[in-house]
C-alpha cells in the first residue's frame, strides 16, 4: 500500500513535492484544511516564506491542528521555510513569528548571508544512497544548533570543494568568509525529517524517497 502523504498548500513550491513524492512512491495530496490531516500518513512542509506560511496556517485554523498531529507522532518533512517551521527555536524571526516546533533545533533565518543567498550545491545525506545529492539552496536557513536527540544528516561542503562560493565580507554577520562551511543542512529527529535546501526542483527524489522510508517505518 503506498502512504499518502500531504503537501501543505497554503504557499510555496507545492507542485513540485508533490511531483517528487509521486515518483518516491507515495500517493501525494494537498493539505489546506484541518480535517485533511486526519486522512494523511505523513505531512511535507514546502519551501516558500516561513512568516506568511506561519500567518497562513492560523487563518487557515491550521496551526493548532498540526502543532498537536506533529506532537502526537506525526512524521513531517520541512524544507527550507518547513525547517524553520519544525524548528522550536529560531534566530532571525520577525517579532511575531511562531513556529509548529517539534525539532529540537535552532534555526537561523537567510543565514547564508546576501552574496549568496540562493545557489546550488550537493551534499553528502546520511541514509541517502547513491552519492551527493543536488540541493538549491535559496534565501536558506541553516542548522545553528541541534539538541542531544538529533541526528545530523549534511552539512555543507567546505570551500575548494564546490560548494557554496565564498560570502563577501559584508554579507552580514552569520556567514563570514568560509562560516557558510561545515552547516548543519540536514537533521532528523524521530519521524521528523528537515534540510535547509530544497530538493524537489531538482529532479532527483532520494530525499522524498527516505521522507516515503520514514512515514513507512
Ligand atoms: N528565507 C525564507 C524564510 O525565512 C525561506 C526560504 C525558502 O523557503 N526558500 O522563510
Redesign the pocket.
Known amino acids: 500500500m503506498k502512504p499518502v502523504i500531504g503537501v501543505l498548500a497554503l504557499q510555496?513550491d507545492v507542485r513540485e513535492h508533490v511531483a517528487a513524492l509521486e515518483v518516491a512512491g507515495a500517493r501525494a495530496v494537498t493539505v489546506r484544511r484541518p480535517t485533511e490531516l486526519a486522512a494523511i500518513d505523513g505531512l511535507v512542509l514546502p519551501?516558500?516564506?516561513?512568516?506568511t506560511?506561519d500567518k497562513l496556517l492560523r487563518i487557515f485554523e491550521l496551526f493548532d491542528p498540526l502543532r498537536a498531529a506533529i506532537a502526537a507522532g506525526l512524521p513531517v518533512y520541512g524544507?527550507?521555510?518547513?525547517m524553520?517551521l519544525l524548528a522550536d527555536r529560531v534566530l532571525g524571526a520577525t517579532h511575531d513569528q511562531q513556529t509548529l516546533g517539534g525539532l529540537d533545533v535552532t534555526v537561523r533565518?537567510?543565514a547564508f548571508g546576501r552574496q549568496v543567498d540562493s545557489f546550488e550545491s550537493s551534499v553528502e545525506m546520511a541514509g541517502v544512497p547513491g552519492g551527493p545529492v543536488p540541493a538549491a539552496f535559496?534565501?536558506?536557513?541553516w542548522v545553528e544548533e541541534a539538541g542531544p536527540g538529533v541526528q545530523v544528516l549534511a552539512r555543507t561542503r567546505h570551500r575548494g570543494a564546490s560548494g557554496p562560493a565564498v560570502p563577501a565580507p559584508d554579507a552580514g554577520p552569520a556567514a563570514g568568509a568560509g562560516e557558510d562551511a561545515g552547516r548543519i543542512v540536514a537533521v532528523r529527529q524521530g519521524t521528523l525529517l528537515a534540510t535547509s535546501f530544497?530538493p524537489e526542483i531538482t529532479g532527483d527524489a532520494r530525499v522524498h524517497e527516505l521522507f516515503v522510508a520514514i512515514v513507512k517505518e
Do not use: K, V
Request: aromatic share 0%; proline share 5%.
Open positions: 510555496g519551501g516558500g516564506e516561513s512568516t506560511i524544507s527550507c521555510a518547513g524553520i533565518r537567510n535559496i534565501r536558506a536557513p530544497h
